[in-house]
């Protein structure tokens, strides 16, 4: 599988003439498919291995006592959400996009989130502007992203034992025809040796984490000619910022 930057050094190339964008893009097409073909390969009997478990628990509940099960249990979920990240990666640059009314966009997500925090002690805070205009992306992706980052603030909140004061906060600004997006927490922070690989594929500090999700992050920004880039301090915490070009429906205004 291609690296973040081995895909940033191909794009570069694609644009240095028709023919090796041609080639290229053909080639990343082919890379994509087979990436797909086996995902799919491999889901359908997990599927089935999945779906077999359940009917053993409901014919015999006796099993669910059984020492490794719940185990067997864990170790295909995990199965089931490497391969649907790993669809997620695949399939980063192919966008569907609409025209978002971005203030509202983010509103909800930021609901969405506080929710899922009601049984915690964590502060969360949200900075929405008003003066958010209407952009184009493709808010599934944009939201999928957005919340797989306050999700890792939340894992990293939780995860200080010492932490007196557990808070996480998303501000959305405009900048410079740009649309700004950080998230912020009091986490256990990132090394700086790790900081170097963290939007690589496959590359996780998390016991239960895939090593996907910052890499479908980055993937899907750059596809909405964006940027991603993260700090950190060690016992203090960590700021993922994200921005994106403000894109105006041109159909619309013709």
Request: aromatic share 6%; glycine share 4%; hydrophobic share 35%.
């Amino acid at each position: 599988m291609f690296s973040a930057t081995d895909y940033d050094k191909l794009q570069q190339i694609m644009k240095e003439s028709p023919e090796k964008n041609e080639l290229l893009t053909r080639l990343l097409e082919s890379h994509r498919m087979e990436i797909s073909t086996i995902s799919h390969e491999i889901r359908n009997p997990l599927t089935l291995v999945y779906s077999t478990l359940q009917l053993i628990e409901t014919q015999h509940p006796e099993v669910t006592s059984f020492r490794h099960w719940a185990e067997m249990h864990q170790d295909i979920e995990y199965m089931k959400q490497l391969l649907e990240e790993l669809s997620s990666y695949n399939n980063g640059e192919r966008l569907h996009l609409s025209s978002v009314d971005t203030e509202s966009f983010f509103q909800t997500i930021s609901l969405s989130f506080a929710a899922s925090l009601l049984d915690t002690d964590i502060e969360f805070t949200s900075r929405i502007s008003p003066e958010l205009p209407e952009t184009m992306l493709d808010p599934t992706k944009i939201k999928q992203i957005i919340l797989n980052l306050l999700g890792n603030a939340r894992d990293a909140v939780l995860a200080r034992t010492d932490n007196m004061h557990p808070s996480i906060s998303m501000d959305v600004a405009l900048e410079d025809s740009h649309i700004l997006i950080s998230v912020s927490d009091t986490g256990c922070g990132i090394s700086s040796e790790d900081m170097s690989s963290i939007f690589e594929p496959f590359v996780t500090h998390k016991r239960t984490g895939t090593g996907l999700g910052l890499a479908v992050a980055q993937r899907i920004v750059h596809a909405h000619h964006g940027s991603i880039c993260a700090t950190s301090t060690v016992g203090i915490g960590s700021t993922f910022t994200i921005t994106l070009p403000v894109q105006q429906d041109t159909q619309q205004e013709s």
